[in-house]
């Protein structure tokens, strides 16, 4: 089977190779300098929504936060570092190798994903073991089960984005952003301001806004039939990405 690219990744390409350097910075860098803006603004924004609640649930969504983002973390780390052996392939024209790393990227991302859900039976044991306070327990345990929901969409979309920013896609990604933290600001306002939630709803408005950028990252990367489309027959043909 002869794997080809889109016609707007053969365009990127070219550019990142022959093409003015400048020009390809500012391409990509400038949308991608928003993205992680507007993602840090969020999360002081839940802060700050987390403390309307009390200065408690704003000390326990610190901490359980903390405990998840270490497994964010390894999410972003193997999407970080396969993404470079990703676009070794496609600076190098080899087309069948980026769809085999990328197909196995994300069979990685989602063996992790069912590792962290076969977690959440054990949330509260895994608390304990931590040494988290009982107070923090008893009022962010089912906030942390929500976590750890996001927690799998974060890895997967993590992976989607790493793979549309070595495509050069950072306008798209910045526009994605913007709906999604929309979404997200509107269900946080709305779940404390208006209903009165406890901090659970501050977990529930992530993981809503975030299948919607999940949604987009699975009909870019499995309804297509190019290179960057993932295939469970090229994710069975290679090892660790060929590392």
Known sequence: MVVELSKKDEKFRDLSLNGNIWKLIWKVSLPLAFYYTFQWLLGLFEMMMASHISALAVSATTYLSQLV?????????????????ISE????????????????????????SGFIVALI???????????????????????????????????????????????????????LNLVTALVDFCLTWFFVYKLNCDVTML???????????????????????DAFSFSFKFASHLGPLNL
């Open 89 to 112: 392939s496609y600076g190098a024209g080899k087309y069948d190798l980026v769809k085999k790393q990328l197909s196995t990227l994300i069979a990685m991302a989602l063996i992790l």
């Open 69 to 85: 983002n270490i497994l964010n973390a390894i999410g972003s780390g193997l999407a970080a570092g396969c993404c470079v052996k």
């Open 203 to 225: 977990a529930v408005a992530p993981v809503i806004s975030t299948s919607i950028l999940l949604i987009f990252g699975i009909f870019n990367l499995c309804f297509k039939n």
């Open 121 to 175: 039976p054990f949330t509260s044991t895994i608390l304990k073991l931590l040494g988290t306070p009982e107070s923090f327990i008893e009022i962010g345990s089912k906030y942390f089960i929500i976590k750890l929901v996001y927690c799998v969409l974060f890895i997967l979309t993590t992976v989607y984005v790493g793979i549309e920013r070595l495509r050069g896609k950072s306008k798209k990604l910045l526009i």
